[in-house]
């Protein structure tokens, strides 16, 4: 059974950093795409970024290109979310999320598995 554990979150100022860590544990995760979604209250959960096997392919949306960089280290099974220049905004849960292919997409949907998330609260 695969787990992801989220960790990082808290509350900090505008301007501020933040680095999101997702270890996974049972499956193979130097083989899969992985993600970081967020959802704020009363909205969708949204794709923030994702990253394929190899590191080699990212996506980012158009509202943190430029403040945040998704990264992993497949031999800590650990996949990173550095989060720079923070705005009130980007105040969520935010979760990770893994497929059991090696392609990034986009749909929320088409993601296979998740972590319990973690709160990210950015005071103005």
């Known amino acids: 059974q695969v787990q992801l554990v989220e960790s990082g979150g808290g509350l900090v100022q505008a301007g501020g950093s933040l680095r999101l860590s997702c270890a996974a544990s049972?499956?193979?995760?130097?083989?899969?795409?992985m993600g970081w979604f967020r959802q704020a209250p009363g909205k969708e959960r949204e794709l923030v970024a994702a990253?394929?096997?190899?590191?080699?392919?990212?996506y980012y949306a158009d509202s943190v290109k430029g403040r945040f960089t998704i990264s992993r280290d497949n031999a800590k099974s650990t996949v990173y979310l550095q989060m720079n220049s923070l705005k009130p905004e980007d105040t969520a849960v935010y979760y990770c999320?893994?497929?059991?292919?090696?392609?990034?997409?986009?749909?929320?949907?088409?993601?296979?598995?998740w972590g319990q998330g973690t709160q990210v609260t950015v005071s103005s």
């Open positions: 990253i394929n096997w190899s590191g080699g392919v990212v």
């Open positions: 999320a893994g497929r059991e292919t090696h392609e990034v997409v986009v749909a929320v949907s088409r993601y296979d598995y």
């Open positions: 049972g499956h193979t995760f130097g083989s899969n795409a």
